[in-house]
């Protein structure tokens, strides 16, 4: 985890001493009081605790979109995952302040790939390969890596329109390298594009030449980050067959961060918001087993109770970075907005602001 994700300070006990109802009470009062000047962003993997008190859900790529377009507000109060909340500050204006309740919220896919490991496979590509490559970063990313792309004529993209960042960056190139996520590079490579498993070379960054053998460093289109998501590597094909033999004429619905043999049985992938999208469009009765993080399917189990909806894994995978951003948090930064105090605010270093902005930028361009 980066070193700026290492400053959450203990909540003071008046805090961890409230009742649900209290915070409830305090949190709505709060933000009554701060009305126009604040808009709460949260995404569809917060907890009910929390969303409920959101002004706006989403993707990554609607908040981030969000966050571009309300320069109205004074304070943005992201609850969300600290990479989102990099991008919601680098796309905001400059008279505004983004906020994280808990600086702990990271993602351990985003930690996955650092700076100095990405310049490092950069090097070693340009140094064997002739062709120009196109840097892509998926959203969950440091921003220090979206400056990198946008430095380098790449852009970011999300789970929303990595299809779409793609065959741009093959406008630009005719070789991409795709991070931190491998699952969402190869599922857009193969699945959407129609491109086959050989043409994707997976770097290792801890593997000298990223462990790929020449032949297939020369052949290799795509060069795929060894990263994954934690809580979408758990969902199996073989928790796929199962939902099928329990309950036939089920739909298998998930998201592009699971596995390629996973993805490749499913009936529907796609991203948060596509993911309720298609639920929400389902005729009653129909049947849902869907492979994301479960507080999103509880909550889609609970607005759809005409329909079955489950989770594709009986155990519960929850994110657990996201969890951290519970209603005590959320209340003390409110709290502190009352009184003035703009306490774990998410500030990007110019520096890195300027092309990260760029790759964010040529992203909402393409799509
Ligand atoms: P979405 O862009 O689909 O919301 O995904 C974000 C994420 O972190 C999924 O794990
Ligand atoms: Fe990161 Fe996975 Fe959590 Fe999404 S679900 S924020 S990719 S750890």
């Not at 857009?188 to 462990?211: F, I, K, N, Q």
């Not at 329990?246 to 961060?257: F, K, Q, S, T, Y």
């Amino acid at each position: 985890m980066s070193s700026d994700m290492l400053l959450q300070q203990p909540l003071p006990p008046e805090y961890t001493s409230l009742t649900w109802a209290e915070l409830d009470e305090r949190i709505a009062a709060a933000k009554a009081a701060l009305g126009k000047s604040v808009v709460i962003l949260g995404h569809h993997y917060q907890r009910e605790e929390v969303i409920k008190f959101a002004d706006f859900r989403g993707d990554s790529f609607k908040l981030s979109q969000l966050a571009a377009g309300r320069k109205e507000v004074d304070y943005i109060v992201f609850c969300g995952v600290h990479f989102m909340a990099e991008s919601a500050d680098i796309l905001s204006g400059a008279h505004q302040k983004v906020i994280l309740p808990d600086l702990s919220a990271g993602c351990s896919m985003a930690d996955m790939a650092d700076i100095d490991q990405v310049e490092e496979c950069w090097e070693s590509l340009c140094a064997s390969i002739d062709d120009t490559i196109i840097p892509i970063t998926y959203m969950n990313s440091t921003a220090a890596l979206k400056a990198f792309v946008g430095e380098n004529g790449g852009a970011v993209c999300t789970s929303s329109n990595a299809e779409a960042v793609m065959r741009w960056g093959f406008e630009q190139g005719r070789r991409l390298l795709f991070f931190p996520d491998q699952h969402l590079g190869r599922n857009t490579a193969v699945y959407r594009m129609g491109m086959s498993g050989d043409e994707c070379g997976l770097w290792d960054p801890r593997e000298s030449d990223g462990g790929l053998a020449k032949e297939h460093l020369r052949n290799a289109r795509v060069f795929l980050w060894k990263g994954h998501c934690s809580v979408h590597q758990l969902f199996t094909p073989k928790q796929v067959e199962r939902a099928r033999e329990e309950h036939p004429g089920i739909n298998i619905l998930v998201h592009p961060e699971c596995c390629f043999e996973v993805v490749g049985m499913a009936d529907f992938t796609g991203s948060t918001e596509y993911i309720i999208k298609k639920v929400e469009a389902a005729p009653t009765a129909s049947k849902w087993a869907i492979g994301t993080e479960i507080n999103l399917v509880n909550r889609l189990a609970k607005e759809h109770p005409d329909k079955l909806i489950l989770s594709l894994d009986e155990c519960v995978c929850v994110c657990s970075t996201m969890y951290r951003i519970d209603p005590p948090h959320l209340l003390r930064v409110l709290d502190n907005l009352l009184e003035g105090n703009v306490v774990n605010q998410i500030a990007v270093p110019p520096e890195t602001q300027e092309w990260a902005r760029v790759a964010l930028n040529r992203m909402l361009e393409i799509t």
